[in-house]
């Protein structure tokens, strides 16, 4: 699946209303609460902000409820699909002109509920693709969940702009899952940060030239460190481009 959705990133842009204050952006978080946690922060730390006045005004919904994502891509778990309607609906009535989504196996789901409830969604996958692009990158690896690549979200957004997607083999899969569970059950310990650390030093021996960490939980176990090619943060990706959007209404 792709995002070959009409409300797109650069409809946002132009459509948001200025006149020295941005408009009111809808995060649809929860999944997980720690990545929705990691997201906030890095959108206060992206906004070129001197007073709590210059902050980007957010509504969250933080609905932990909403079934697992990936096990629905892969024909083993319940439509997540009302359950994100219920919050991405309750984020327009609460006035929200823009949607961020800081969990890159939803953007299977949200892209048509976004047109559905007329609130224009700055797409994670777009962003982050358009960075790699706009870095010269050839080849990218990828730390996600197995319904994001099974999706295809990012091996079709890369490919439109001429990068190759290289995905872990079957044993280094179940490692980035075991990594992304322990995150989510808030037991993440080093021994899956060396587990992740692994996988991408496969992928980059493979000619990954950056390693993307696809799922919004990945760079609470990976730092990146100790990485032989550097580690693309797509959660820090959106909220700059969020800030970036904000600085620009206002201005």
């Given at each position: 699946m792709?995002?070959?959705?009409g409300r797109?990133?650069e ?5 948001t209303?200025?006149?020295g ?23 206060v ?13 957010v509504?969250?919904?933080g609905?932990p ?12 778990g ?10 991405i609906?309750a ?6 002109e ?8 939803a953007h ?22 358009d960075?790699?692009a ?5 080849a990218?690896?990828?730390?996600a969940t197995?319904?994001?690549?099974r ?13 190759t997607?290289l ?10 899952m ?7 059950a808030?037991h ?10 692994d ?5 980059a021996?493979r ?9 919004t ?6 730092d ?12 820090r ?7 970036a ?5 206002a201005g």
């Amino acid at each position: 699946m792709t995002q070959g959705h009409g409300r797109t990133r650069e409809r946002a842009e132009r459509d948001t209303p200025s006149g020295g204050r941005p408009g009111l952006v809808g995060v649809l978080g929860g999944m997980g609460p720690a990545a929705t946690v990691d997201f906030y922060r890095k959108l206060v730390e992206e906004t070129a902000a001197t007073a709590d006045q210059e902050h980007v005004p957010v509504v969250i919904w933080g609905d932990p409820r909403v079934p697992d994502r990936s096990l629905s891509l892969l024909g083993g778990g319940e439509d997540p699909t009302p359950h994100l309607r219920r919050g991405i609906q309750a984020l327009r009535r609460a006035g929200c002109e823009v949607l961020a989504v800081p969990c890159n196996t939803a953007h299977a789901f949200v892209p048509a509920l976004a047109d559905e409830a007329g609130i224009e969604l700055v797409s994670i996958i777009e962003v982050t693709a358009d960075a790699l692009a706009a870095d010269g990158v050839r080849a990218a690896g990828l730390l996600a969940t197995s319904g994001t690549l099974r999706s295809g979200l990012y091996a079709g957004a890369l490919r439109r702009r001429g990068v190759t997607a290289l995905e872990p083999g079957e044993a280094g899969q179940r490692q980035v899952m075991a990594a992304i569970a322990a995150v989510k059950a808030g037991h993440a310990g080093p021994e899956h940060g060396r587990a992740l650390e692994d996988v991408a030093r496969t992928l980059a021996a493979r000619g990954a030239e950056r390693i993307v960490a696809a799922c919004t939980e990945i760079v609470l176990s990976l730092d990146g460190s100790g990485l032989p090619v550097p580690l693309v943060d797509p959660a820090r990706l959106l909220a700059g481009r969020i800030a970036a959007l904000a600085r620009r209404c206002a201005g």
